[in-house]
Structure formats: C-alpha cells, structure tokens
C-alpha cells in the first residue's frame, strides 16, 4: 500500500525498537545459561559450557519435557475436537444462548490462573474426591486450550463460507464424508495454528499446573519453578528456556507456511 | 438430480459406485435434514466438558465464600455468613490493592497496545510476504520462553546491578528497581505477543484498496490510518486489549518474582489459600477480579471484540 | 413459541442452580480423618512422598556431593519424591492434599497440623534410631500432645541477621538494623514473607520497649500485636522486598539489592564465593525453628515413611542433613560426623533454650495468662496482609 517514505521509516524503526525490546531479555536468558554464576546475577563472571553438559543428562528435565509434551499433546487434541465442534456450532446455527456459550468458552482464559486453579483443585479433591494426577492436568489444560482452537477455527469459518460443503452434499457426499473431503482440508491450517497456540499454552501454564497435579507429575512448569529454589540447577532452567525457543522456530514456521498458502490477498 | 440408484459416470468415464443404503448413510440423511440434531451433537460434548469441570468448579468455589473456616485446624465449616464478603468490601486493604491492580491492569494494557499498534501495521501493511512471515515467527517465539524464566530473565535486567543500571549509570539515573513499575515493565513485555496477533490479524482484514482510496481522495498517511484504519481494527484492539487486562488483572507469580513489597488481588487470593488456609475469604476476594473481568467481557461484547480474538 | 421456551429456560435455569448447590454443598467439605499411630511396621511400598524445607532432602541432583536420598533408597527401596515448600504455611496447607507420607514441619506447622487431624501420632518404639535423640528436644510442647510424641526432632536453628559488609560497614549487633525507622538502607531492607515474621517485631519489642510487657514472642495480646503492626509497617516503608523462596534471597544479597534481611545459614553457605555477606545473632536474641519429621494420617506409603524417619534419625544422615542446612543436630552421635557442632551449639541445652522457636501463636496465651485473650494466627494473617498492604 502507498504510504510515505517517511511513514514507513518510522513503522520499521518502531518496529525493530519493539522487537529488540522483546528480546533483550531472551539474550539475558542466553547468557545467564552460559553464566558461572549460578544466582542470575548480572553480568556474569564467567563463562561456561557446563550447564549445557547438564541440561541435556539431567534426568528431571527430560523427564519433565516428557511429561509437558504429553500433557500438552493429549489436552491439545481433546481442545482440537472441542473447539471445532464448538465453533461449528456457534459459526453455523442460531440459538438460543449463543452469546453465553462464547462467553463460556472464553471463561477458563479470562478468569484469572489462581481463581481456575483453586476452583479445580477444589473440584477434584473435595467434590469429586479423586486424588490429583497427570489427568487432572491434562483435564484442565484442555478446559482452557479450546478457546485458542475456538478463535482460530470460527475465524476461518468465517471465509470459508458454505458453498463448497453444499455443493458436496448435493453431489451424494454423506455428512461424514464432506468434512472428511471437503470442509477439513479447508480447515486445516487453522486447525494447526490453533492446535499449536494450545499446546504453547499448556507448555507454559503454571499456575493451574501447580495446583492441578499430583505429587510426582512433574510437567516442565513445576520443574522450573522447583529448581529455581536450587541454586546449582539455576542456570540449568536457563539452558531449558533456550532450547524451547529454539525448538519452537520448527513447528511455528510450519504454521506460517501452511497459513501463507491460503493467504487473502491483500 | 440424481437418485441414489443410478449409477453415473464422471467425465473421465470412471464410474461413480451406487450409493448404499448403509446405517451411516441413514445418519447423514437424517443429521442433513434435521439442523437441530446436528446442533445437538455438535454443542453436547463441549458443553457438557466446560459446565461440568469449568462452571461446577467455580461455582463450589464462589460458594464458599458464603462459609467459615476453623482457624486453627483450617477445616471448611458449612456455616452460611456475609462475614467474608463483608470484610471484602469494607477493608481498606482490599480498597487499596483492588485499585492498584486495575492501575497496573490498564497500564499494562495501555502500553502494550501502543507498542503492538505500529509493529502489527508494519507486519500487516508495509513488509513483504518473506519479511512478514520472519516477523511473526518472531513475535511468536518468546511465547515458547518459559513464563518463569522470562520473569527471572527480568528480575536480572531490573536489578541493582543488573543491565538496566548498567545502561542509566552514565546518565545518572537511578533505575526503577523492583516494585510496581518493574510490575507493569514485566507484565507489558510477557503479554506483549498476545496484544499483537489479534491486532496484527485485523489489520490483515482490511483491505489496501480502502487506504488507497482514501489516499487517492487526498488524505495524507496519518489521516487514512487515523479515520479509515483505527475504527476498523478496534475490535481487534479491544480483543487484544481483554488479554493484557484479564491476565495482568489476576497475576501473583510477576509481582511476587519483581514487584518488590507489593501485592496485587492475585496475591490476596493466593495468600489466602496458601498462607490462611482460609478458602472462603480467598473466594470472597477472588469475585472481586471476577466480577471486574465480567464486567469489562460484558461491555466489550458489544464492539464485536470477542469476535476477533 | 418465545414464551413457551423462556419458560422452559428459567425452570431448566432453577433445575441447574438448586441441583449446583446441592452438589456442592455435599461435596466441599475437606477431610482431616481422625489419625491412628501405626503399631507394627510391615513390608516397604516402594516408595515415599516427603515434603521438606529446600536443602533437607538432597539426592545429589544439587550437587552431586550432597546426597543422603540415595543410600537410603538402596537400603529399603523407597524412592524418595520430595517436595519443597518456602512457608510453614505452604506445608500445612500442601499436607491438606493428602498427597504426602512424611513432612519436616517447623513448630509453627506441627500444632495446626495436629489439630486438623493431618498428622498421626508417631509410635517411637518402632524408630530405633530415637533413642539417640538428645533428650532436650524429645516432647516439647510443638511436637507432643498430652505426652503422645508426634514426631522425631530434626535439627533446630536461629534466624540470623545477614548483612552487606561492604554497605553495614560497622558490624551490627542488634536488629535495630533492621527495625530502624529512618534507615539508611532504605528499599534495601528484606524480611522474612509469613505472618511468623510478626514474632520477630515482638522479640524485638520485648527488648526496646519493655513496659508492653511481652513475654513471650507468640503470645501476643491485641494491644502487644498491635504494637508490633506499627513496628513492621514502619519496618515496611524501607523493605524493598520480602523473601519465602532461597533463590530470591540468594539472589538479592548476591546483587546487593538487600543490604540486611533475616535469613538462614543454608542461604549464607550459597552464596556466590567470595562474598561481603556475613551472618550474626543479635543480642536481642532471635526466633528459630525446630523441626520435625512427621508422618501423615493418611500416609500411603506409612512403612516407607517409618524407614524414612529411622534414617534421617540416624548420627550419620543427621550430621550430613543438619550440617548442609546449617542447623545443630536432633541426634547426640551426629557431632562426630561433623566438625561445625561448636557454631551451632549442638548439644547446648542452655542455648537451645533462648531461641524463640517458631510455634502457632492461639487464643489461649502462650505465657500462661489467663486474664487476656491472645491473638491467634488467624489474626496474626490477617495482619500481615494489612502490613504488606
């Protein structure tokens, strides 16, 4: 689009301002995890390979990815089914307490952390009585991780539009059959980018975490927060967040591919 | 129209199989021709998740807040009271830390849509197809930083001694230190991605031809973007806003990690929970963030915001 | 057609709520059974879930050199997984999960534990390392009830007044430095984060102004208490931040963002090596802690959690637990694994006795009054809230 000279100048030079502002303190993470200190503390002393020696043979922390990725995949998949069953229907029909059904999807993001997790830690032990374990987690990541689904999914229902779907049942498709075929390749990118924001989401959730699950479910979140009490496995929790990062560049680029190819044009 | 027993051939002259008569078949038929039905089956499974394991929680949650607790053995008594809603309303402490949360909620808010606006425009409107495809990688990747090793990587930056002061200390200044500025500073930077998308989205709905147009009946930049732009993507603005506002609103973890002394609601509730064991009075505070959010959810509806989340 | 189905809505809307209340209304009642001492020790479970202050159960994932989790699940088989936890209050509160088989619980834990029902008296002839515990701290008031023992001592230690030497150049000697109004330290100032801090201010108290008439740090009467308020939050205007967790602490007189706090000696010993941090025991005196390994009353893993409290009873694992917190040994053999005995005062009854351990402050007063209600630890949160504002 046409805008001046001067215009764009300033949109990219507050945009490279924002960004190096958003990863200043990424840097900081990088180098700590090189740092001798093993407090934190700015600058370092020295530097050392040493955590990532450990990081990658501590077995609290594999097991705690482990863990993590479970979790995420099997609440990512339960928000996938969820969300898009939900969006369908709040996309597609009329009825009564719409509003109210959008508002309930959007609750368990909207509510703050402590006051979810203490309403299912209560949930769980008081009413239900079950103790807590890996499945009250995964239960509860999933209650929250169907909005992100929800938000991508009606989006992109949105554009889509009928016509394609009608016009398979008009050539014979049974209802099973066009989703299969014709509405779900449409969907998904959305289903990807959704599903991906929703497992980021339970990767990194603490709060809930925390009080949801057991003694000895150990996702990522509580290993962190456990270690950073340690001062020698510190710096190690900073090797952590630095793969993570680096781990994320694949599975966020494939989302923007499969997003670029269907892109609107400008 | 074709009836379910004739068979058809395609233009490559393949044939098209005869249509059966099988029980998924009979489903279709019925779920096709009966909206209702497919309604049904699209809502209850969702539905039924969010009441029963969302809304029963909260519920037995808000309830106790309506109940005693023994102080000495922290055991829940059913003794129905006002008591702790009571003491909600009327301290002086919950006065106090209510405002302060909704200052840090609207400034974080604040800042993280002026710092959003021009890096999603940019995104949106100026970069290429390759360079936007860098920058929302980009903007995405942090998400994926631990939240607590974030904080850290903050409490480090902030410190005393730590690079902030480091940059001010040739200038003289004294840098904030831990408190409520490091607070909304932290809390900015950790909501920052979430501000940006829906923002960034909504600017790709709108269509270049619009500012072209508007650029072609004379307006300069700044007015195309002020009056065509901005009230199209205030919904967008909105969606991003309810992020920044509802996740600052209840936060305890940042302000605990670089807040210094200070406490937010959240911390209230924690403490209560935590330190008290004293569940009802942790619920009696946890409505007042509850009815703040629905509050603000309630009057955005309007503007279409929850549309573009 | 719309009337019918509003109808329909607000009975289905009546329906939902009244059956939501019920539901709940049975369900939110949180357990505390009744706790029965175990009477014969049988087989091993396998394993045992134990909550702890940070450094007490170490299985060299710290520091490959302090590990005294391993030998122990080499001799029974329990695999230890254990929990920290920065507050007394976070510990009794976890321990409402029944999720645990043993807690270190400080004296400020041990009676609301008792009295919840969480805890079960310990049958100490099935501890054969018991009877080397020293005897001074084998029933006392925080760890007994009516004569039943409901755990077995670990080691006992002050809360130490730590300070930036190259700040505080002049060495304290008193906790003024802390309490002072017009600090020159102000915003470097730390105190501890639990309404326990709140016996601090009194011993303090007890001190600068006796005609309050304290006697005893726990037992605090409205008009005591409320003079310990203003204390603290004098004290609060130059915090510039409260610590519960070590790396916050460890972190913060490493950067030399708290110049004086109270503090532990396990958070000296972690300090950045070399440091201008030092650590004294004021003259005032100062509170501290005696703990104690306590099993739960639900615990699933009871005969594991047994093995556990007989081990870390044992001269050797003592010695080496104690010595990495920095606290005196519970057991009289343990000096000998161990050459710091002298600094802590292991073994030093008369010691021992001045420190102000941490113990829940309740109605009845502590000192022994009877013509005053004390203030318990509800009241005491609720005025730590209003310190922190």
Known sequence: MKLSRVSRGVLASATGVVLFLIYVPLMVVLVNSFSTSQSLSWPPPGFTLEWWGKAFQSQGALEAVGTSVQVGIIATVVALVLGTAISFALQRFEFFGRDAVSLLVILPIALPGIITGIALNNFFRTILGVPLSIWTVVIAHATFCVVTVFNNVIARLRRMGTSLEEASADLGAGVWTTFRLITFPQLRSALFAGGLLAFALSFDEIIVTTLTAGVGVTPLQIFILDNMFRPAQAPIVSVIAVVMILVSIVPIWVAQRLAGNEKVVR | MNTTSDVTSRRDGAAVPPIRDTAARRGSVFLSSHPRARLWLLLSAPLTWLVVVYIVALVALLITAFWKVDSFTGEIQIDWTFDNIVTVITGSLYHVVTLRTLGVALAVTIIDIALALPIAFFMAKVASPRMQRILVIAVLMPLWASYLVKVYAWRSVLSGEGILQWVLNPFGIEGPGYGITATIITLSYLWLPYVILPIYAGLERVPDSLIEASSDLGAKSWSSIRLIVFPMILPAIIAGSIFSFCLSLGDYITVNIVGGASQMLGNLVYTNVGTANNLPLAAAVALIPIIIIFGYLFTVRRTGALDNL | MMKAKSIKATGLGFLAAASLIALTACGTSSGGSSAGMLEKLGDNEGQVNILAWPGYVEDGTNDPTVDWVTPFTEATGCKVNAKTYGTSDEAVSLMKTGEYD???????????????????????????????????????????????????????????????????????????????????????????????????????????????GITNPYSLDETQLAAAVELLKAQRVNVGEYW????????????GDTVATTTWQVIMNYLAQPTAVKAVLPNEGATGWSDTWMVAS????????????????????????????????????????????????????VFANKLWYWTTPTAKCLDGRTDVTCTDYAAWTAAWQEIKG
């Open chain 3, 244 to 255: 519960s967790d070590y790396l916050k602490a460890i972190s913060a007189l490493d950067s």
């Open chain 3, 298 to 349: 639900a615990a699933k893993n009871v005969n594991c959690a047994y093995a556990w409290l007989d081990y870390i009873a044992s001269p050797e694992a003592n010695a080496a637990a104690t010595g990495w917190f920095g606290e005196a040994p519970s057991s009289a053999a343990a000096c000998d694994f161990r050459e710091d005995c002298d600094a802590f005062n292991a073994g030093d009854e």
């Open chain 3, 102 to 212: 043993v807690v270190a619980a400080s004296g400020d834990a041990t009676l609301r534990l008792i009295a919840g029902g969480d805890v079960a008296p310990v049958n100490t002839d099935l501890i054969p390392n018991y009877a080397g515990i020293y005897d001074f701290l084998k029933n006392k008031q925080w760890n007994s009830v009516d004569g039943v023992s409901y755990g077995i001592p670990h080691g006992y230690g002050a809360n130490l007044l730590a300070y930036n030497s190259d700040v505080v150049t002049e060495a304290p000697t008193s906790w003024d430095l802390v309490f002072a109004a017009d600090s020159p330290y102000k915003g470097k100032i730390s105190a501890y984060d639990s309404p326990i801090y709140i016996a601090d201010a009194a011993l303090y108290l007890m001190n600068t102004q006796p005609d309050l």
